[in-house]
Nanobody
C-alpha cells in the first residue's frame, strides 16, 4: 500500500513558476514508476509527465515539454514537478500517481496506475 500526498499548488501569474511535491509513504517507493496527471473543470484527467523507478527515464506530454521537469528523490520518498513558463491553460488539479514497476516502460493512461494522491490546485491567471 502506498499513500501519496501532493503539495505546492497555488495561484500564479502567467509566465511564473511553481514546484509541486508528492510525498509517498512506505519503504518501497523506489519500486514504483511515478507520474503527474492533471484535470481541468469539465475535462478528462490527462497525463502530464512520468518518471521511471530509478529516475533514469522521463517523458512528457507535448503540451508541457520544455516547460515542466519531473524528478524524484528515492531517499526522501518524494516526487517533484517543476513548472516554469506557466500558462492559463495549465490551470487544473494536479495529481501524482504511482505504478508498481521497475522497468523502463512509459505509462500514459490513468488505468495503468495503482495509487493516486488527492490532488493540488494550480491556477494560472493571465
Amino acid at each position: 500500500q502506498v499513500q501519496l500526498v501532493e503539495s505546492g499548488g497555488g495561484l500564479v501569474q502567467a509566465g511564473g513558476s511553481l514546484r509541486l511535491s508528492c510525498a509517498a509513504s512506505g519503504r518501497t517507493f523506489s519500486s514504483y514508476a511515478m507520474a503527474w496527471f492533471r484535470q481541468a473543470p469539465g475535462k478528462e484527467r490527462e497525463f502530464v509527465a512520468g518518471i521511471s523507478w530509478s529516475g533514469g527515464r522521463t517523458y512528457y506530454a507535448d503540451s508541457v515539454k520544455g516547460r515542466f521537469t519531473i524528478s524524484r528523490d528515492n531517499a526522501q520518498n518524494t516526487e517533484y514537478l517543476q513548472m516554469n513558463s506557466l500558462k492559463p491553460e495549465d490551470t487544473a488539479v494536479y495529481y501524482c500517481a504511482a505504478k508498481l514497476s521497475t522497468g523502463a516502460s512509459r505509462y500514459l493512461r490513468t488505468y495503468e496506475y495503482d495509487y493516486w494522491g488527492q490532488g493540488t490546485q494550480v491556477t494560472v491567471t493571465s
